[in-house]
């Protein structure tokens, strides 16, 4: 399958910036975001085929730096409004990207193209939603002590904590501040970061780009070469992560709120899924 990349999009740049907020939401992956906006295989394509890919590393080049800028300006601009609104309403604000991701299942069904049954479809899809599940429901460990100073042993185990955690960029559902928490490197991460430790900061950068580059080829594989299957995965972890992300049931107001908030969540990913998006911009660029 030969992925249509749109360099430079500014469509792009809104889409990245989405993925950016999710990754700041609690329980959130960035990477279910990236399949519910449309840009989940051209992005694993891009980062697991940048030399090789149809247009080489320029076009992968301009259709990532878009994409990457949004994360990041998501990632800055949108931290303190979304913890505001955790903190005003959280669960109105957790129901809002429920209703967001269960929204995209009709784009995802028809994404996969799974029109008929098939055994290991069923096999994926229960796989996929087992694992976030499990991840949802497992209690959180303890903290454990920071690492603060890079020595080989030290710089080992913070480039393989990278490595793991950079799964969440690319799977869908998947938590990486869980992943961090269940080997222990989740305070090395928050406490680097929050005190500017450079050699720490390097050290994880170097190890996410690593396991991104790696995850994404696999990734990038699979839907190639199995893409009903690995969509039908994709699927269960969406959905799983929708289930993992419920709050419970509230009452009066609050459960009126939850609903709105719901509702906008749908009909938005809804809109996503249907194309509206690049038929506005048709029409935009035709007038």
């Not at 609690?26 to 990477?31: D, E, K, M, R």
């Not at 090395?188 to 690593?210: D, K, M, R, Y």
């Not at 396991?211 to 994404?216: E, L, T």
Request: charged share 10%.
């Amino acid at each position: 399958m030969i992925y249509e990349k749109k360099p430079l999009s500014p469509v792009n740049t809104l889409k990245g910036v989405a993925v950016g907020v999710a990754n700041i939401i609690p329980g959130v992956s960035g990477g279910t975001i990236a399949v519910i906006t449309g840009i989940y295989d051209e992005l694993v394509d891009a980062f697991g085929h940048f030399f090789d890919s149809e247009g080489g590393w320029r076009r992968n080049t301009l259709f990532l730096a878009p994409v990457i800028t949004g994360i990041l300006l998501g990632n800055v601009a949108f931290a303190r409004l979304i913890g505001l609104f955790l903190d005003a309403a959280p669960e109105a604000t957790t129901f809002g990207f429920i209703g967001l991701i269960l929204g995209s299942t009709p784009y995802l069904v028809r994404r996969a193209g799974a029109s008929r049954f098939r055994l290991h479809y069923v096999l994926t899809f229960g796989l996929g939603l087992g694992v976030v599940l499990w991840m949802g429901l497992t209690p959180r460990p303890a903290a454990s002590p920071p690492i603060t100073q890079i020595t080989l042993t030290s710089g080992v185990w913070v480039f393989s904590a990278a490595f793991i955690a950079s799964i969440a960029m690319i799977i869908p559902g998947v938590s990486g501040s869980f992943l961090l928490l269940l080997i222990g490197m989740y305070s090395t991460l928050q406490q680097g970061f929050s005190t500017l430790n450079i050699p720490v900061i390097l050290v994880f950068a170097v190890g996410t780009l690593t396991g991104v580059v790696v995850v994404a080829k696999a990734v990038s594989a699979l839907l190639r070469k199995c893409h009903g299957a690995t969509y039908c995965a994709i699927i269960g972890l969406v959905l799983g992560s929708a289930i993992a992300l419920f709050p419970g049931i509230g009452s009066g107001y609050a459960t009126a709120l939850n609903l709105a908030a719901f509702a906008m969540g749908a009909g938005l990913s809804l809109m996503l899924g249907s194309g509206m998006k690049e038929r506005l911009m048709r029409r935009r660029s035709r007038a």
